[in-house]
């Protein structure tokens, strides 16, 4: 069971290059999340989905789209990166609003 | 919308010695109050979590929790530090719509 699967680990990209960071969950999650970890900031929410189709926005939604297109894939956009989207973000899916289980995260850094 | 503040983004105890990380949350409705624990390079991993009844929690690794609701309090508590502890620590509240919040962490040291 390889839980919540993230790819790529890590990613360098030129500002305004683009990229989609990929989540992949084969739990049967109805629920999926993006977050941004940035230090001592702790977690911040991007965008979620509360199933197949839907998509909603989180605290920090600015430069970022989000895609729910099968029920276990929630893929993250970054149009034009910025050298402010360096961070580590991470993926979560969970059954309802209880237990959520992570990925291993991506580092991605924008020069 | 609902918020956690965590108190003390380091603490450092000594191996044995007693393990308290503070949390404190803002919610308009009934919480559910979770604590994540998170190892180097990473994601974070489930400690334990609070959604209705006893206000006392147990979670792995010997750590509990005790929801104070007039303390608006989700305090991390574990009796005898071990060096395996040492790690970040995050605590989040959701109110139900899964949009959980998380506080900015506390990382433990645990000296031998």
């Known amino acids: 069971n390889a839980g919540v699967t993230q790819t790529p680990k890590f990613r360098v990209l030129k500002t305004g290059q683009s990229m989609t960071l990929l989540c992949a969950q084969d739990m049967n999650h109805e629920y999926m999340y993006w977050y941004r970890q940035d230090p001592g900031m702790g977690l911040r929410l991007i965008h979620y989905s509360v199933g197949e189709g839907t998509t909603a926005k989180g605290e920090v939604p600015d430069g970022y789209n989000v895609s729910r297109l099968k029920k276990q894939n929630f893929l993250l956009g970054l149009e034009s990166a910025a050298p402010s989207q360096t961070s580590v973000y991470f993926c979560?899916?969970?059954?309802?609003?209880?237990?959520?289980?992570f990925g291993q995260g991506t580092r991605l850094t924008v020069v | 919308a609902q918020s956690v503040t965590q108190l003390g983004s380091h603490v450092s105890v000594s191996e044995g010695a007693l393990v308290l990380l503070r949390c404190n949350y803002s919610s308009s409705v009934p919480p559910y109050l979770f604590w994540y624990v998170q190892y180097p390079n990473q994601g974070l991993q489930l400690l334990l979590k609070y959604t209705t009844g006893a206000t006392l929690v147990k979670g792995i690794n010997g750590f509990e929790a005790e929801f104070k609701k007039s303390e608006t309090s989700f305090h991390l508590t574990k009796p005898s530090a071990h060096m395996s502890d040492a790690a970040e620590y995050f605590c989040?509240?959701?109110?139900?719509?899964?949009?959980?919040?998380f506080g900015a962490g506390t990382r433990l040291t645990v000296k031998p």
């Open positions: 989040a509240v959701s109110e139900k719509n899964n949009d959980m919040r």
């Open positions: 979560a899916s969970s059954y309802v609003s209880e237990v959520a289980f």
